[in-house]
T-cell receptor, first 114, second 115 residues
Framework: DQQVKQNSPSLSVQEGRISILNCDYT??????FLWYKKYPAEGPTFLIS?????DKNEDGRFTVFLNKSAKHLSLHIVPSQPGDSAVYFC?????????????FGGGTRLMVKP | DAGITQSPRHKVTETGTPVTLRCHQT?????MYWYRQDPGHGLRLIHY???????DKGEVSDGYSVSRSKTEDFLLTLESATSSQTSVYFC??????????????FGQGTRLTVV
């Protein structure tokens, strides 16, 4: 039973347009959410995060939105660039988590076309 | 970049042989993790450690064991490798105290093929 789900395995966007990646979760104990970006043959790298006390966090071209009532978060990339082409993982952490570990979604492959 | 080194980076092994993957960190972070990445499954937690000699199972721990005798090293052992353990393995580290709650930092991964 996946606690974090990314229902779109892939997304194709034109350069300069907005990319929207979605993530849903089921565990009400999750209070911290993160997005990671992964290029082939590399480890995932942290992109942006949001605490459950907020509904929006922005960092340059990247904005994460959190809708707690819907248990849904999304990552917006504006404008999209070819270098953004990668696999994006949504992750979540529970506040009662003794191991401080993250639960990941299955990933969405973003392709930004020039 | 966080100081995390995984070794080896690539390994091909035969079914039934033992395999040990090593993760070494220079950040002095308390928490260390082993994840595996498979198509359609994202990253799944195998085992984690919350201190020296303190480890616990993750979501997909069957067939794996871990050890942490020093803060900087976290070893993942496949006692008897099977083809289903062919995967890319990632080590990660994180820290948490009253004021700091960091994101996890990942190593570059180990591609393991069991033939």
């Amino acid at each position: 039973d996946q606690q974090v789900k990314q229902n779109s395995p892939s997304l194709s966007v034109q350069e300069g347009r907005i990319s929207i990646l979605n993530c849903d979760y089921t565990n009400s104990m999750f209070d911290y959410f993160l997005w990671y970006k992964k290029y082939p043959a590399e480890g995932p790298t942290f992109l942006i995060s949001i605490s459950s006390i907020k509904d929006k966090n922005e960092d340059g071209r990247f904005t994460v939105f959190l809708n707690k009532s819907a248990k849904h978060l999304s990552l917006h990339i504006v404008p999209s660039q070819p270098g953004d082409s990668a696999v994006y993982f949504c992750a979540a952490r529970a506040n009662n988590n003794a191991g401080n570990m993250l639960t990941f979604g299955g990933g969405t492959r973003l392709m930004v076309k020039p | 970049d966080a100081g995390i080194t995984q070794s080896p980076r690539h390994k091909v092994t035969e079914t039934g042989t033992p395999v040990t993957l090593r993760c070494h960190q220079t950040e002095n972070h308390r928490y260390m993790y082993w994840y595996r990445q498979d198509p359609g499954h994202g990253l799944r937690l195998i085992h984690y450690s919350y201190g020296v000699k303190d480890t616990d199972k993750g979501e997909v721990s069957d067939g794996y064991s871990v050890s942490r005798s020093k803060t900087e090293d976290f070893l993942l052992t496949l006692e008897s490798a099977t083809s289903s353990q062919t995967s890319v393995y990632f080590c990660a580290i994180s820290e948490r105290d009253f004021l700091i709650n960091t994101e996890a930092f990942f190593g570059q991964g180990t591609r393991l093929t069991v033939v």
